[in-house]
């Protein structure tokens, strides 16, 4: 089920008022979250219900085991990794591996020997792998207790507002919730209600009518170097206003069943340098990254050529997370080099001696959206000939007509997210009622007239 379709227009409202009228029966409510999420889940294809099941009774039985037998903790910790990465690896990876590896036997005059497995890839399953891997992990190292209950832990794993793409919740953050009575305040409920409404506005009017705009430019035979940087800027917000707007909509729908999620996104596009772009977008996989994979392989702490070294693996291992293709991979490798490019940087020069604002943010801007041609070019011919087009840079007025319309898709957010910066997160939802209704009004209105135009699942489902 997709918050984009009027299964979930229906499945929401039922669910919330029968979860409100069970009051404070705590066990109620979270069997209703489970069946619910379940449902939500098996929408899509009821199949993979028993690999979610099945993956999130591993980790179970593997947190309890490291908490009742301490010497098993390492084997327990083992059983879980290896069942989640292999999960991933057969549905996700498998194919991928083999093909590249085919094509390289291939060159070297050799016949092709890995037979592909051609499975569908179940939705989200990159999302729930990670959270419930991190529960594992933290069990391991002694951050969480292993939780007893067992269906408030697939309720945790289940949990259907962020199931599907993220964010990635820690245990330590979620579980807790999970145990204790939930109550929507007036507060919470306005705020609820307006971020399901902005995350509405950004994936229907930003994300989808950009993305039109991106696919149309995003082609192998594509002659126009204007085209390209305008549909690579056109990718840009597309993927902002959809992967944000899901997580907005996803914390919202949590605030109205009383559960507080973390905030994915934190204006990413006002960065000074990558690092901060790191530090606000997608937060919880680059926290998740940070936490499980760089400190890990050794972090900041075995000299500079170990700390780039640690960097350049971890971003492309982000890459690669995104999705079984070498486009993937590049996107990682050149945010990993980026990364290792500004650490260089902010140990040589003292911060008086460092670029001034707007050319800090232009160049930033610049080498993030770069790495979004990468990411969203899907085949090296598709790369090698829109690069080629680049050489090509004649304006057209459908050029101009482009640019205008992108510049009217960036004001509203622009301006959201300026009164954010200056007044806090919660300025236009702890607005005074008129402005309030007339700002949500306006985004409902501009939503009705471009939803019947463009139409589109959210990017991340099929990560």
């Not at 037998?69 to 591996?97: E, I």
């Not at 592909?116 to 989200?124: D, E, Q, R, S, Y």
């Not at 190292?141 to 939780?147: N, P």
Request: proline share 4%; glycine share 8%; charged share 15%.
């Amino acid at each position: 089920m997709s918050f984009v379709s009027l299964a979930f227009a229906v499945f929401f409202p039922v669910v919330l008022v029968l979860y409100h009228l069970l009051g404070a029966r705590l066990r109620a409510q979270n069997a209703l979250l489970l069946a619910a999420s379940y449902l939500f889940y098996g929408w899509w294809d009821w199949r993979f219900l028993g690999l979610l099941l099945f993956t999130s009774l591993v980790d179970y039985a593997a947190a309890r085991l490291m908490a009742e037998r301490p010497a098993r903790r390492g084997v327990a910790l083992a059983v879980s990794l290896s069942m989640n990465l292999g999960v991933l690896f057969a549905f996700k990876y498998f194919d991928f591996f083999a093909d590249s590896l085919n094509a390289l036997l291939a060159q070297f005059g050799a016949t092709p020997s890995f037979t592909l497995l051609h499975v569908i890839l179940p939705v989200g399953i990159s999302f729930y792998t990670f959270q419930s891997m991190a529960y594992t992990i933290d069990v391991y190292r002694g951050v969480v207790a292993a939780e007893r209950d067992l269906p408030r832990f697939l309720t945790y794993v289940a949990f259907f507002p962020q199931l599907v793409a993220g964010p990635i919740e820690r245990a330590r953050h979620m579980l807790p919730q999970f145990a204790r009575p939930r109550h929507v305040t007036l507060d919470g409920l306005r705020r609820g209600l307006w971020l399901i409404v902005w995350g509405y506005y950004l994936k229907i009017v930003l994300g989808d009518v950009s993305g039109a705009y991106a696919d149309a430019a995003f082609r192998v035979d594509q002659t126009f170097g204007w085209s390209v940087i305008l549909g690579t800027v056109a990718f840009g917000l597309q993927i902002y206003g959809d992967f944000s707007g899901y997580s907005a909509i996803a914390k919202g729908t949590a605030a109205l069943l009383g559960f507080e999620l973390m905030w994915n996104f934190d204006r990413p596009y006002w960065s000074l340098d990558v690092r901060e772009f790191w530090q606000r977008w997608h937060i919880s996989l680059s926290t998740w990254l940070r936490d499980y994979l760089y400190i890990p392989l050794g972090g900041n702490r075995r000299g500079r050529l170990r700390t780039m070294l640690n960097l350049f693996l971890t971003m492309v291992l982000g890459g690669l997370w995104h999705g079984a293709a070498w486009n993937f991979v590049l996107w990682g490798a050149w945010h990993g080099a980026l990364l290792g490019v500004h650490r260089v940087y902010d140990a040589a020069l003292p911060a008086q001696r460092r670029l001034p604002v707007p050319l800090a943010w232009a160049l930033t801007t610049l080498a993030v959206f770069i790495g979004w041609f990468f990411f969203r070019a899907r085949s090296w011919p598709m790369i090698t000939g829109m690069t080629a087009a680049l050489g090509n840079l004649t304006w057209t007025p459908g050029h101009g007509a482009l640019l205008v319309a992108l510049a009217v898709l960036i004001a509203p957010v622009a301006l959201v997210e300026w009164l954010q910066a200056r007044r806090g997160a919660w300025v236009v939802a702890d607005a005074p009622v008129p402005v309030r209704v007339l700002w949500e009004a306006a985004a409902l209105l501009v939503m009705v007239a471009v939803m019947d135009r463009v139409r589109a699942e959210f990017i991340y489902f099929q990560f």
